[in-house]
Structure formats: structure tokens, C-alpha cells
């Protein structure tokens, strides 16, 4: 045990920050949906060829991540639970959120379906049979943003699930797929994001059962974490990522991202993608070639008021929670001004 | 019954191909877990033996606190492990969150109380027995403590296998404290939880027979070394 000392030495070293030669790395805080559908191994090893910085990934629930950067202990978050990012931009826990993508949640059930909820349009309308039919029904229940997004589905319905917690409506606390391990074994319902269904392997009996309500609709947003509350975050490499992926590099390296054919995520910081509401910004005109030579500085401030990046689905939204999409907007607004 | 087969046949593919990833995360696995064991080995080994041994107030309490200590949940370790090292905690300004040294602080934690727990064992046992020939040659309790450690090698030896193992095998720690960062903090067990949570349960069990295998071989040279040295010593 004498000899211990000198190579503990030598692994603290290799341990500490000095250690890893690799240079600047930023934390980003994301969804257990991003990882597991295998988007970062692809995006991310594009964005650390262009700049040099390494982007550490930490896959947990949205909530989580939110609570990771209100502690500091992220430098930029990418999730999707646009009432709790506005919230944390308003409480000035971070930067400015912009939209980066979209995808779509699923509703997947067993192959035979005895709720009989197959094809439906209405996704509410699905869950309410699943309810009635009180055939299981497998929740996140982790305060994710899907998790978040399949409770609004319940509102919409008009049906508290968690009264029922126990019985049909299983509240696991989990991952996305270790959510669909789950209801793969007890061939129970429930809601994912398109891109970890899509990637996910241990599908069973599951398939696909309802799809294409605008209430489905999943964007996802990006957000710096603030350097006023946080000091050591490294604002200026985290900027520098949010630039690459909202340029148009990023969001082609988005769209490449293809598992099977399909493409997992959509998007979203184009200005195609609502044309109404997005000025053609320098780098966002799809008229011009593709910025390739570098990414976008940070210096250059963005005209923040105007960019506001509403999809075709927000509309959409509003007609399940009217009071506190406007609330939202008037507290997102106000911060907007503030700055 | 098929993903069995499959996980053995990944297993096999992983093994024999040496796959360049995996390299790093078993080179990981090993690093940090050494390091926390060598970590507890310093700190578990003379607990445990001035537990055993020197007379002071609490001593039962103190033995009895260790060996419930070794039932410490992963999660709760985890969980006080994060708080602290944390930006917005008290040790938050190392910047360890998110690292290697946040897996070792956390591992360490966990295993040494089992080793110090088991020591303890080892050198009251031992101290029975050799009690008196000790006392003859004027050893004072402090100065049997070295001794009586040297004299146990062997069985401690299994007492930092024990805690070797915890700490290789732990998952619910490692992954809240070091967020499973691909080429950072990924391990052997968080790839496993990974590849799970992405359905691909074959290759989430290749990975733990791999690392079954890994254990085997530690325990395996741990013993053959015990065997040498005990054949040296006649």
C-alpha cells in the first residue's frame, strides 16, 4: 500500500480539468428523447469538428435539466416544455430561448388495441377512451416534457389519471425508454416522442396508434444558461453553439439525422417554417448559399423582439389552456423587454 | 430466449473485436473504481483495525454504525454527493460535477465503509487469537494494529475485492453524479443502463456479461497472486 501515493497522484492529474487536453467543453443539459434517439452522436461531433468545443451531454427529464441550470451546473439546455422554458427565461435563469426543432409526440399501444383508440385524430379523444376502457396505461411520471405534454393531453380530456394512479395509469418516474421497456412488457399505452419511438428497438407488440394531432406537436428549444445568476458558466463557447445550431449548418445537420429513412426531428429555426413572423435575418435566408465557413459569431447581437419563433402548432395550443399560454407570453414578453 | 442468444453472441463480437469504444469505457471503469478503492483502502484499513482494537467511548456504537453504513443506498450517496459538488453547493467551485473525480468521491464513499466494516472483522478476529503473544512482546493496541493488518493480508484481500465490486457494479451513483457523458464519464454499468433505455437489450446484456467476464478475471488474479505470495512465504 506504500506505493499507492505517487500513481493516485497521476490519476488525480488525469482526473482534473488540466488533465483532459482536449480544451473547452461546454455542459448541456437535454431530454433523455434527444439521446436515446441517437441525435447527438450525430450532430454533435459536426459542431466540435467546426469550433473545437466539446459538448458534454447529460441526458436527463426536462424538468431536471431546468433544475440542473438553475443551479449552475449546465452551461446550455436544450428540452422541450415551452411553459416552464419561458418560465425560466422570465425568472432569469437563463438567456434568450430559441426554437431549434420540432418533432411530434406518438400515442403507441399494443398491436390489438383494446381501447380502440387506432386512428383516431383526436388525441384527448384517445385517452379518454383509454380511460374508459381503463386498459393500462404506462405515464413518465419523471415532470419531463413529455411527461408534461401527456398530462395536457389528460386536461384536454378532462380526466385526472392520477386519481387512478395504481390501478390502469402507471406513474414509473422514468426515462423515455425505459418507459417504452415498460409498457413493451405489459402492453400498455402510452405517449413518446417520434425520435426515441423511431430509434427504439424493443418495440414488441407497440405500434403506432395515434399520430398527427396538432396537440402532438414537440418543440424543442435551446437555452444559455445566464452568466449574471451563474458566473462560471461558459457563456461565450455556449453561444457559440446555440449559434451553430440555429444556422444554417445546424439545422441541415438537424435535418440529415435519419434513422431508417425517416427523419427523427424537423427544423424549426427556419424562417420557411413560419414566414410571417420571422424576419429574414442575415444568416437565416434560405435564398443564401449556406453559412459553411465558420458559425455564426457571438458578438453579433441577434434583433431578439422580433425573433419569436412561433410554429404552426402554438395556435393550436392555445385552445387546451387558453389563460396560460397568454400569461406565459405576458411573462416571456416582459423579460423580453427588460433586456 | 432469442435476446439471450444474441447477448452472448454481442458479447463474444465485443470481446473479440476489441471495440475501440469499449476499450475506453472498461479503461474507465477500472481507473475510476481503483482509485476509490485505494482511496478506501487508505482510510478503511486503519478505521477499521482502531475500531477493532483501541478502547475508547462509542466503540460498539462506532462498530455498529460501520457495518450498517455497508447497506448505504447508491442513490441517497448519489444524491448528497451531487448537492455538494454542485455549482450552487459548498464544494461546487472545484468544478468536479460532471466528472471522473465526482464517480471516485461517490464511489468512495459508498465502499468505505464495507471496507472498513469487514476490517474491522478481520483484525478483532485476528487479535483473539494472538492476543497474548502480542501483549508478551510488549505491543501497546495502537502498534498491533499494523502488525495484525500485515499478518490478515490475505483475508483483507477479499474485503477490497468486496469493495472493489461495489464499487465496478454501481449504477445509481455514478450516473447522477457523473450524467453518463459519452468519452467522460460513461462506464461500464451507465452504458448498460444506456443501451437499456434504448431498447437494445442484447447489447445492454453483452455489455454486463463483459463485465461479468472483467470481474471474474480481477478476482481470478487476485486470488492466483494471493496463492504466489503465500507460496513464497512457505
Do not use: C
Not at chain 2, 126 to 134: A, C, T
Amino acid at each position: 500500500m506504500r506505493s499507492i501515493p505517487g500513481w493516485v497522484l497521476l490519476a488525480l492529474w488525469i482526473a482534473s480539468p488540466a488533465g483532459h487536453a482536449a480544451g473547452r467543453f461546454i455542459i448541456l443539459a437535454s431530454t433523455t428523447s434527444t439521446e436515446n434517439s441517437g441525435l447527438f452522436a450525430a450532430l454533435l461531433p459536426r459542431f466540435t469538428e467546426r469550433t473545437g468545443i466539446e459538448v458534454r451531454v447529460v441526458a436527463v427529464g426536462t424538468g431536471q435539466a431546468l433544475r440542473m441550470g438553475r443551479r449552475g451546473d449546465a452551461d446550455v439546455l436544450l428540452v422541450h416544455d415551452r411553459d416552464a422554458e419561458e418560465t425560466f427565461v422570465a425568472e432569469g435563469w437563463g438567456l434568450e430561448r430559441f426554437e431549434v426543432m420540432f418533432n411530434e409526440f406518438v400515442l403507441v399501444g399494443p398491436a390489438d388495441d383494446p381501447a380502440g383508440v387506432r386512428d383516431l385524430g383526436d388525441a384527448a379523444a384517445a385517452v379518454a377512451r383509454i380511460a374508459a376502457a381503463r386498459v393500462p396505461f404506462v405515464s413518465r411520471g419523471d415532470d419531463s416534457g413529455t411527461h408534461k405534454a401527456e398530462r395536457r393531453l389528460w386536461r384536454a380530456a378532462g380526466i385526472d389519471p392520477v386519481s387512478e394512479t395504481g390501478s390502469w395509469y402507471r406513474e414509473l418516474g422514468s426515462g423515455m425508454g425505459a418507459t417504452l421497456n415498460t409498457a413493451a412488457a405489459m402492453a400498455a399505452y402510452t405517449l413518446a416522442d417520434r425520435g426515441t419511438w423511431l430509434a427504439f428497438r424493443n418495440r414488441r407488440d407497440l405500434e403506432v396508434l395515434v399520430a398527427g394531432d396538432p396537440r402532438l406537436h414537440n418543440p424543442y428549444g435551446v437555452i444559455r444558461v445566464n452568466p449574471a445568476r451563474h458566473p462560471h458558466v461558459k457563456a461565450k463557447s455556449s453561444g457559440v453553439f446555440v449559434d451553430w445550431l440555429l444556422s444554417s449548418e445546424g439545422q441541415a445537420a438537424i435535418a440529415d439525422f435519419r434513422v431508417a429513412g425517416e427523419a427523427l426531428f424537423h427544423p424549426a429555426a427556419k424562417p420557411a417554417r413560419s414566414p410571417a413572423i420571422l424576419p429574414r435575418s442575415e444568416s437565416q435566408d434560405p435564398s443564401k448559399p449556406a453559412d459553411t465557413s465558420r458559425a455564426r459569431k457571438l458578438s453579433a447581437p441577434r434583433k431578439i423582439s422580433t425573433w419569436k419563433p412561433r410554429s404552426w402548432a402554438a395556435s393550436v395550443f392555445t385552445g387546451t389552456s387558453s389563460t396560460k399560454r397568454v400569461v406565459a407570453g405576458a411573462r416571456s414578453n416582459r423579460s423580453r423587454s427588460s433586456r | 430466449m432469442q435476446d439471450l442468444v444474441d447477448a452472448f453472441g454481442a458479447a463474444f463480437a465485443l470481446l473479440v473485436g476489441l471495440d475501440r469504444d469499449l476499450v475506453e469505457i472498461i479503461a474507465r471503469s477500472l481507473w475510476v473504481s481503483s482509485l476509490a478503492l485505494a482511496l478506501a483502502a487508505g482510510i478503511g484499513l486503519p478505521l477499521g483495525g482502531a475500531v477493532a482494537l483501541l478502547r475508547f467511548p462509542g466503540r460498539r456504537v462506532a462498530a455498529v454504525g460501520l457495518n450498517a453504513l455497508m447497506g448505504l443506498p447508491p442513490v441517497v450517496v448519489g444524491l448528497v454527493v451531487y448537492l455538494m459538488l454542485s455549482r450552487s453547493g459548498p464544494l461546487g467551485f472545484l468544478g468536479w460535477l460532471f466528472t471522473p473525480m465526482a464517480m471516485v468521491v461517490a464511489q468512495f464513499l459508498l465502499i468505505t465503509p464495507i471496507v472498513a466494516a469487514l476490517t474491522r472483522q478481520v483484525v478483532e478476529d485476528l487479535w483473539e487469537e494472538y492476543d497474548e503473544q502480542l501483549r508478551s512482546l510488549g505491543a501497546s493496541r495502537l502498534r498491533a494494529i499494523p502488525t495484525l493488518l500485515w499478518d490478515g493480508r490475505h483475508r483483507l484481500l477479499t474485503t477490497l475485492l468486496a469493495g472493489f465490486g461495489r464499487a465496478i457494479a454501481e449504477v445509481g451513483a455514478v450516473i447522477l453524479v457523473g450524467g453518463n457523458i459519452a468519452h467522460v464519464t460513461r462506464v461500464m454499468t451507465t452504458a448498460i443502463a444506456l443501451e437499456t433505455s434504448k431498447g437494445d437489450l442484447a447489447l445492454a446484456l453483452a455489455l454486463g456479461i463483459v463485465l461479468l467476464v472483467l470481474s471474474l478475471a480481477i478476482n481470478a488474479a487476485a486470488a492466483l497472486a494471493g496463492d504466489v505470495a503465500r507460496n513464497a512465504e512457505g
